[in-house]
């Protein structure tokens, strides 16, 4: 079977640093996605890595190792408007497969 | 400006009485798909289309019918609304294959049956 997990809830503290696990099992893989989700909004996109390794793009970092089926996210210097949903996603033989995604709680 | 259109944005409906919602991109995207997110259940792919007169059920697209006559637009039509598919919907669309490394997603419809 096909199968994405993400930890449901965490909880970081405004200026840390926190870092979302996601790990996979697919038939393929063709790249791996988070998304940030704010609650009731559309989802926007964040990073895609299709590559073992780091991306950095600001604030944000994604890691992926396709070997292990481990990706995670790791977000930099917290801010309240962090607070949201992130949601890995795996595209595997023009699929997408979505994590349940991990609600961020950040507190003052 | 590039994206995602779907409408209606909120609906209530009542049992049994059909419904479409509209989604419309302006990227010339080949793929486009539907979502329903459920609290705790994350994204669950209803249907998707790799191109036009192409459709494909997704995981979960029982209760549900779509059409892809034109590259633009992807109805997503329920015949006979039962309470259980009360759910916040999401159209999405994307250039499809390995190129496609970015999703838009529409705005969402809120929808109740009632």
């Known amino acids: 079977g096909q199968n994405i997990d993400q930890p449901t809830e965490m909880t970081a503290t405004e200026g840390a640093i926190v870092q979302i696990n996601c790990t996979y099992q697919?038939?393929?893989?063709?790249?791996l996605f988070w998304y940030q989700q704010h609650a009731g909004e559309a989802p926007t996109f964040l990073s895609y890595?299709?590559l073992d390794g780091l991306e950095e793009k600001g604030r944000f970092s994604s890691f992926l190792s396709r070997s292990k089926g481990y990706s995670y996210l790791l977000l930099k210097e917290l801010q309240m408007k962090d607070s949201a949903s992130y949601l890995c996603?795996?595209?595997?033989?023009?699929?997408?497969?979505w994590g349940a995604g991990t609600k961020l709680i950040i507190k003052p | 400006e590039a994206q995602v259109t779907q409408n209606p944005r909120y609906l209530i409906t009542v049992t049994g009485k059909k419904l479409t919602v509209t989604c419309s991109q302006n990227m010339n995207h080949e793929y486009m798909s539907w979502y329903r997110q459920d609290p705790g259940l994350g994204l669950r792919q209803i249907y998707y289309s790799m191109n036009v007169e192409v459709t494909d059920k997704g995981d979960v697209p029982e209760g549900y019918k779509v059409s892809r006559k034109e590259k633009r637009n992807f109805p997503l039509i329920l015949e006979s609304p039962s309470p259980n598919q009360t759910s916040l919907y999401f159209c999405a669309s994307s250039l499809g294959g390995d190129a496609g490394n970015t999703i838009y997603f529409g705005e969402g419809s809120w929808l109740t049956v009632v």
């Open positions: 890595n299709v």
């Open positions: 996603a795996v595209r595997a033989n023009y699929q997408l497969i």
């Open positions: 697919t038939s393929g893989f063709n790249g």
